[in-house]
């Protein structure tokens, strides 16, 4: 096959839909999931071309392991759901979901939620998938002069949205969360669907509202659970959750250490299934490159271990950081029936400029600060009229 005759081909499989990209899945499996190691030795290129035709198809990286098929078009999605009868789940996102180098949200939602076996078998059965890019995904490269370069995006942030077949947004899950609290309010939201379907258009704005109050309640109450469960005094826990009804906790309102804690008491609930473990691993430094371990003193951490630990450790503070400080935020909208919830356009604007503090309409993200100096000219930005002391 020529190069010309590739995407007519791609756009074909994609008219199949998951089921096709289930075909692919499964034929790819049975190929490449062999245990004998000369296949295995043998098959890394073509194993490559068959990932990449599979992430052509889905329009998702890596998705040979979660199996997702995923929309671009929301109209096709809105079809799509009309036709089987389920909610969307929109994600937003920096850059392209089907590239490597999306934003850093959105690389773990394919590696630490996507991949995860129960998850993806969720959304394949009881969601129609589309994502949609906010804006290319910031990137850095260091280059040290001989030879080696880090090549990396530096911000980014990711929020997905439950919509009702005409689009309608119904839940906003805004960042990384662990898998455990993602599935639940996967299957929270498709209830909510279901609920709403049987109702008319006024009972379900209603139906919405009484969902977000009720959901922020439960949100109160595990949070303050989760604040006298890191061991803080009454005095102590009083101004968060007085700052926290209020609606002006954030994460710079906590001090590094109570968020530590908090995140500490999550961790037992943030865990990796096999899929997910092996697709981290395989994104990791090899091991030999990530240097050798000593095991004469007993038990020694090894790179891919405190890899592991540390990720666990990230996603447990991101969990509380997107659970219990933006989520609530995101209840008091819908219960307050703010007019920018009914269409999801003005609801992403609202939330990467009020929740995530990266304006769309800024062209830096709010990496540009312009009341920083650098001792650069024009502290180091370029490009014309994108100023950002205008």
Same mark, same amino acid.
């Given at each position: 096959m020529?190069p010309?005759?590739?995407?007519? @081909?791609?756009?074909s499989?994609?008219?199949?839909?998951?089921?096709?990209?289930?075909?692919?899945?499964?034929r790819y499996r !049975? !190929?490449?999931n062999?245990?004998d190691?000369?296949?295995?030795?043998n098959?890394?290129?073509?194993?490559?071309?068959?990932?990449?035709w599979?992430?052509?198809?889905?329009?998702? %990286?890596d998705?040979?392991?979660?199996? =997702?098929?995923w929309?671009?078009?929301?109209d096709l999605? %809105?079809?799509?759901?009309?036709a089987? $009868? %389920?909610?969307?789940l929109?994600?937003r996102l920096l $850059?392209? @979901?089907?590239?490597e180098k999306?934003?850093a949200?959105s690389?773990?939602?394919r590696? &630490?939620l996507?991949?995860?076996?129960g998850?993806s078998a969720?959304l394949r059965?009881?969601?129609?998938?589309?994502?949609q890019?906010v804006?290319p995904?910031p990137?850095?490269?260091?280059?040290?002069?001989?030879?080696r370069?880090?090549?990396?995006?530096?911000t980014?942030n990711?929020?997905?949205?439950v919509?009702?077949?005409?689009a309608t947004?119904?839940?906003?899950i805004?960042g990384?969360i662990?898998p455990?609290?993602?599935?639940n309010?996967?299957?929270a939201?498709?209830n909510?669907?279901? +609920?709403?379907?049987?109702?008319? /258009?006024?009972?379900?704005?209603?139906?919405i509202?009484?969902h977000?109050?009720r959901?922020?309640?439960a949100? !109160?109450?595990?949070?303050?659970?989760? @604040? !006298?469960?890191?061991g $803080?005094?009454r005095?102590?826990?009083?101004p968060?959750l007085?700052m926290?009804?209020?609606?002006? @906790? &954030?994460?710079d309102? =906590?001090?590094?250490?109570?968020?530590a804690? *908090?995140?500490?008491?999550v961790?037992p609930?943030?865990?990796?299934?096999? /899929?997910? &473990?092996?697709?981290?691993?395989s994104?990791?430094?090899?091991?030999e490159d990530?240097?050798?371990?000593?095991?004469s003193?007993g038990f020694?951490?090894? /790179?891919?271990m405190?890899?592991?630990r540390?990720l &666990?450790?990230s996603?447990?503070?991101?969990t509380v950081i997107?659970t219990?400080?933006?989520?609530?935020?995101i209840?008091r909208?819908f219960?307050e029936?703010?007019?920018?919830?009914?269409e999801?356009? #003005?609801l992403?604007? +609202?939330v990467y400029t009020?929740l995530f503090?990266?304006?769309?309409s800024d062209?830096?993200?709010? *990496?540009?600060? /312009?009341?920083v100096f650098? #001792? =650069?000219p024009a502290?180091g930005l #370029?490009?014309?009229?994108l100023s950002?002391l %205008?």
């Open positions: 020529t010309s005759e590739r995407p007519a @081909l791609v756009q499989l994609r008219q199949g839909g998951q089921t096709a990209l289930d075909e692919m899945v499964a !049975e !190929e490449f062999s245990r190691p000369e296949i295995a030795k098959s890394g290129d073509r194993r490559q071309r068959f990932q990449d599979i992430d052509a198809v889905a329009m998702q %990286k998705a040979h392991v979660s199996g =997702l098929f929309h671009t078009d929301l999605a %809105k079809a799509r759901a009309t089987q $009868g %389920k909610p969307i929109s994600l $850059g392209n @979901l089907n590239e999306s934003c949200n690389r773990f939602f590696t &630490t996507y991949a995860n076996a998850i969720y059965s009881n969601y129609v998938l589309h994502w890019s804006s995904a990137r850095l490269t260091i280059d040290f002069g001989d030879g370069t880090i090549d990396r995006t530096i980014g990711s929020v997905h949205y919509l009702d077949v005409t947004p119904i839940e906003v805004p990384l662990s455990e609290e993602f599935a309010k996967l299957k939201s498709a909510l669907a279901k +609920q709403l379907a049987a109702l008319t /258009p006024g009972e379900q704005a209603n139906a509202r009484r977000h109050r959901a922020n309640e949100l !109160e109450k595990s949070f303050a659970n989760l @604040l !006298e469960n890191v $803080g005094t005095g102590g826990i009083a968060i007085a926290w009804k209020a609606g002006t @906790l &954030t994460e309102s =906590l001090s590094a250490l109570t968020l804690q *908090l995140a500490a008491s961790r609930t943030v865990a990796f299934d096999l /899929p997910s &473990t092996q697709l981290i691993s994104k990791a430094p090899a091991a990530a240097g050798r371990v000593s095991m003193k020694v951490e090894t /790179p891919a405190k890899m592991m540390n &666990t450790l996603v447990s503070q991101d997107n219990y400080l933006l989520t609530p935020r209840h909208w219960s029936d703010a007019s920018f919830v009914r999801i356009s #003005a992403n604007e +609202q009020r503090r990266m304006p769309p062209p830096w993200l709010g *990496l540009a600060a /312009p009341d650098s #001792a =650069l502290n #370029a490009g014309a009229g950002p %205008k």
